[in-house]
């Protein structure tokens, strides 16, 4: 807990000038953010209060200068505590106009008219503002000419700095410490649940902030579906157990699952947890810098006996959030590169209706792999009976 | 906690019943739903997966018939139980087409060429796909006429179904108790980061899902800024403590707020509260059936000595989400009926930077408010200096 909150000013200050830097090869006026993650990485804006879709935030990178926050009155002294220029603001929620004329002028002070406005449209991208806003925002500033700048955001946060990666690290250690302990207060008859209460309750008493993600199921030699809220139904003998979750800590996110035996699993389900084991040891010992997320995966897929078809990927990018580019997947030639900080995760389904799901979170570094959850065990660690 | 999770699937035909019967005032073909709240409203669909931004997630709801789901494969276990007619699904994440082409194909075959697209664009709606694929979607349906149908949801979701208001009371009832318990763990020394923490512990204790939001605030005589982080300075004496939170159980929100004297506090601070507290009173007393959320919100401000401009509003919706529409503000026109669950929430300012704010959830009856939480104390309870 000795670890610092918040980070000092030139972590943002070397953020924007990646972010200008970019904007300049793509020759942008401004980009226009709408999005908690995106405003938070610029300034450092940290609230729960985007859980009320009331009202809109925006922030507007310009090419050269500090950015400027167009907000709501009740953010102000917070966001003034941020990484910002000018901070205007307006009584919101207001009607009919909620902030679009003064985003308009305060895009056309930085900007000009008919500016090459960026935004952030792409993959994994959300319109964080009505889309009706957007239109009648665009028509205020005077048709300017909207640019796609999705991949300028994902490039620099998909690189952490040291000062995030200690922060991740943080999260992930007190979580795995969770996870350790699990089997001294979680056993067979228990239901699904409360395993669940448990454990949030367990992580909150460890020091993190939030279990803002918990899913898992359980079922006999494994199980099916890993999305849904957890059932009323006890642990039996013979279950595979998994919790994956996500935990915050001063806003950064660990990523991953353990798996349990309750009592005693078939011997395929006890296969099945060495081999992804094996997967995840082998992606360990073999990720380099300048290899791709494809590559990533095909390490996992060939030992999986996999040609990945079919399959999904085989673990993401976090921080700022549960999951953030790059995937794990065929299809994704992202090149991977120093401090980017990765899930691997590679599942393997047993039978229909019956899989098993391994994660561990790491960091690259130019040498290969540093781990930033504490390593699961080989074998299946058990619940009693 | 006996209380049944779920609903029956009457709860979701009467929904889509009244949805259908405004898309046919408004002559809409389909509408496309792409957030978390407003699929879950139609089909029951409920999972923390939403936490992951990487997959997009539509529901396409027909002017007749069931509503069909276009989804990543990961989730249609969960999507098949829930209320839906077919389920489409591809693997996500895809490139370079996430889906888009399969649900341009379904609201086609739903619909046909050039259709009346409804799509909720309007105030507190998100897009919650990316921009660019929107635009694709549309390329690929062939210019379908965009119609915003926002105010089919806002008028449908405000209305709180017996089931719904019963699940609300449970996690209002719930949350009360941790606040009234509060002063026997909470006094002067503790940090505000640790009062968080010990109040996030209680409610899961206490039986809640989960605290989705916990914002507050400490200060003497009383607050500032209401939606930072919590600090790690210690409670002093003559501080007033205000924890605001929403709590979930099953899906549903409370959203509320208590105010503590820490010790004794200014007979300022003691006064603002108990105005508070009448302003409240005189709201619960007077609200009916017919009137407006500006009215309500003139009841309160008038007891405030205000005339409402420069305040923010003084309660909202809530239900799905922790805050929804209406707004009690000056503005907003929505008229007041039976069955909808609201917030009371006056707020004063004492001087610059320092205010109070309480709040209290009702549901609207035929013969007035009754109260969802516990009525607040009008005189500030005291933790120990």
Known sequence: MSLERGFPRAEYEARLNI??????????????????????????????????????????????????????TIGVPLMERGFIGRVHSWPSPAA?????????????????????LGMLMGRETKLMMPLRDLILLEEAIGSPERVDATEIFRACRMVKSDAEIAKIRHTCGMASKVFEQLPSWASAGMPLAEVFRG???????????????????????????????????????????????????????????????????????????????????????????????AELFAIMADRLGT?????????????????????????????????????????????????LVHEENIVLRNDGAELLTTRAPAILPQLKA
Chains 1, 2 share one sequence.
């Open 96 to 116: 009919p106009d909620d902030g679009i004329s003064l985003l308009a002028d305060v895009i056309r002070s930085m900007a000009g008219t008919t500016p090459r």
């Open 307 to 355: 040609d990945g078809d079919g399959v999904g990927r085989f673990g993401h990018g976090l921080g700022l959030q549960l999951t953030e580019p790059p995937s794990h997947i065929r299809w994704d030639e992202t090149v991977l590169t120093e401090n980017m900080v990765l899930t691997l995760e590679p599942s393997l389904e047993i039978s229909e209706g019956r899989m």
């Open 199 to 293: 454990f949030k309750i367990k992580a909150l008493e460890s020091g993190l902030d939030d279990v803002s993600y918990l899913v898992g199921a359980a079922g006999q030699g494994g199980y099916g579906d890993i999305i849904s809220p957890p059932g009323h139904a006890p642990l039996r003998s013979g279950d595979v157990l998994m919790l994956d979750t996500g935990c915050c800590w001063d806003g950064y996110f660990c990523d991953f699952d353990r798996n349990f035996a309750v009592g005693k699993v078939s011997a395929e389900a006890a296969d099945a947890h060495a081999l992804l084991w094996q997967a995840t040891e082998d992606a360990l010992t073999r990720i380099r810098v300048g290899m791709t997320s």
């Open 19 to 72: 972010i200008q830097q970019a904007m300049e090869v793509q020759d942008l006026d401004v980009i226009l953010l709408t999005s908690e993650h995106d405003i938070r990485y610029i300034t450092g804006f940290m609230t729960q209060f985007w859980q009320s879709p009331t009202r809109p935030w925006f922030v507007v990178v310009p090419a050269r200068g500090m950015p400027e926050a167009v907000i709501p």
